[in-house]
C-alpha cells in the first residue's frame, strides 16, 4: 500500500511569485485536505477536495486554490506569494465515509524571501 | 465553533517514566478524536483515533487515550518512555462535518531523558 506523497520537498520563492505543490493520495482514498503549519503551530485547514471539487474551505483567501485530479491526485497553487506564506504545506488523503483518519504526506516546506 | 486546548507546551520525562499528554476539546456535538505524532522534518503520523465506540483507545507504539465526555478531555498516555518517544505530538478533533476536517491544538513537545 503506497502512502501519500509530495512534491517537492522544499522550495524556495520571493514575494510576488506563484507556486504548485503536489500531492499524492495514499491507494483506496477518495479525498484530499490540504493544511498550513506555520513554524512552532498546529496545522491549519485550507480546503478539501472531494471527486475533483472543492468540499470545503477555511479561512484562507482566494489566492490559495486547488485542483484533484481523477486518480485523486491534488496540487494547491499559491498566487502573489507573501512573506507569512512561509510555513510547511501538508497534504492528507482521506475516504470520505466517517469516520475516516486522515493520514498525512511528508509535507512541502515552503520559504518565500 | 470547535477549538482544542493542548495543556503544556512542552513536557519532559525521564526514560521509563509515564507519558501524559493533555488534551481537552469543545464542541457542541460528539466529535471524532485524534492524536498525531510528528518527527522532525516530517509529517504527522496517525498514534490512535476516537469515534465514538470504546472510550479507552489503543494506538500504535503503546499509546492509548482515554475519552472523558464529562471532563471533556482526550489525554495520552503510554506506561514507559522510549528514547524514541521524543517528538512533537498534536490533539485533534473533527467536527463530523462533510468535510471531516481536523482542528488541531497548539502542540506538545515531548522531551525524554536518559
Known amino acids: 500500500e503506497t502512502g501519500v506523497t509530495q512534491s517537492p520537498t522544499h522550495l524556495i520563492k520571493t514575494r510576488g511569485q506563484q507556486v504548485t505543490l503536489r500531492c499524492s493520495s495514499q491507494s483506496g482514498h477518495n479525498t484530499v485536505s490540504w493544511y498550513q503549519q506555520a513554524l512552532g503551530q498546529g496545522p491549519q485547514f485550507i480546503f478539501q477536495y472531494y471527486r475533483e471539487e472543492e468540499n470545503g474551505r477555511g479561512n484562507f483567501p482566494p489566492r490559495f486554490s486547488g485542483l484533484q485530479f481523477p486518480n485523486y491526485s491534488s496540487e494547491l497553487n499559491v498566487n502573489a506569494l507573501e512573506l507569512d506564506d512561509s510555513a510547511l504545506y501538508l497534504c492528507?488523503?482521506?475516504?470520505?465515509?466517517?469516520?475516516?483518519?486522515?493520514?498525512f504526506g511528508p509535507g512541502t516546506r515552503l520559504l518565500v524571501l | 465553533a470547535q477549538s482544542v486546548t493542548q495543556l503544556g507546551s512542552h513536557v519532559s520525562v525521564s526514560e521509563g517514566a509515564l507519558v501524559l499528554l493533555r488534551c481537552n476539546y469543545s464542541s457542541s456535538v460528539p466529535p471524532y478524536l485524534f492524536w498525531y505524532v510528528q518527527y522532525p522534518n516530517q509529517g504527522l503520523q496517525l498514534l490512535l483515533k476516537?469515534?465514538?465506540?470504546?472510550?479507552l483507545v489503543k494506538g500504535i507504539n503503546g499509546f492509548e487515550a482515554e475519552f472523558k465526555k464529562s471532563e471533556t478531555s482526550f489525554h495520552l498516555t503510554k506506561p514507559s518512555a522510549h528514547m524514541s518517544d521524543a517528538a512533537e505530538y498534536f490533539c485533534?478533533?473533527?467536527?463530523?462535518?462533510?468535510?471531516?476536517?481536523?482542528?488541531f491544538g497548539q502542540g506538545t513537545t515531548l522531551q525524554v531523558k536518559p
Open positions: 485533534a478533533v473533527s467536527d463530523r462535518s462533510n468535510t471531516g476536517k481536523l482542528i
Open positions: 492528507a488523503s482521506s475516504s470520505k465515509e466517517p469516520p475516516g483518519a486522515q493520514y
Open positions: 476516537y469515534t465514538s465506540a470504546a472510550t
